[in-house]
C-alpha cells in the first residue's frame, strides 16, 4: 500500500469523525520516518481506538453476499449454495442471486452501489 492509499484511510476516517485533520497531518509526518502503518500509528498515539480502526477497515472489504447476509435479504445457506454454484459456472455472484430469484435486479443494483461506497468510505450508515 503507498502513501496515497494510506492517506484515503486517513481521509475516511475523518470523514466518520474518527481523527482529525489534524491527527491525519501528524500521522502521516510520522509515517514519512518510519515504516509503519498508518493505522498502527494512530492507535500508538491513541489518535484512534484499535476497535475503532478495525472495524473501519473490515467495513472496506465487506464482500457482497456478507452484505445480503446481515441484511436478511438472503440465509448464509443460500449464499453458500450460490458460492458452489459460482465456483462451477464462473458466473458473478449478483447474477447468480438473481437468477435464482433470491433478490431483484433492483436490490442487487442497490447493495452494489453500498458495497462500492462503503469501500470508498462514503456509506456512513450500515
Do not use: C, P
Amino acid at each position: 500500500m503507498d502513501f496515497i492509499e494510506k492517506a484515503f484511510l486517513g481521509q475516511i476516517l475523518i470523514r466518520k469523525k474518527l481523527i482529525s485533520e489534524v491527527d491525519l497531518e501528524r500521522a502521516l509526518v510520522e509515517q514519512l520516518s518510519t515504516a509503519k502503518k498508518l493505522g498502527e500509528i494512530l492507535v500508538e498515539r491513541n489518535m484512534i481506538s484499535e476497535t475503532d480502526l478495525n472495524y473501519v477497515l473490515a467495513e472496506q472489504n465487506r464482500l457482497l453476499g456478507e452484505i445480503l447476509v446481515q441484511e436478511n435479504l438472503i440465509s448464509q445457506w443460500q449464499l453458500e449454495q450460490t458460492l458452489i454454484e459460482q465456483n462451477r459456472t464462473h458466473k458473478k455472484l449478483g447474477e447468480l442471486l438473481v437468477e435464482r430469484q433470491l433478490i431483484s435486479g433492483e436490490q442487487l443494483e442497490k447493495f452494489l452501489e453500498k458495497q462500492y461506497w462503503q469501500k470508498n468510505g462514503f456509506w456512513l450508515i450500515s
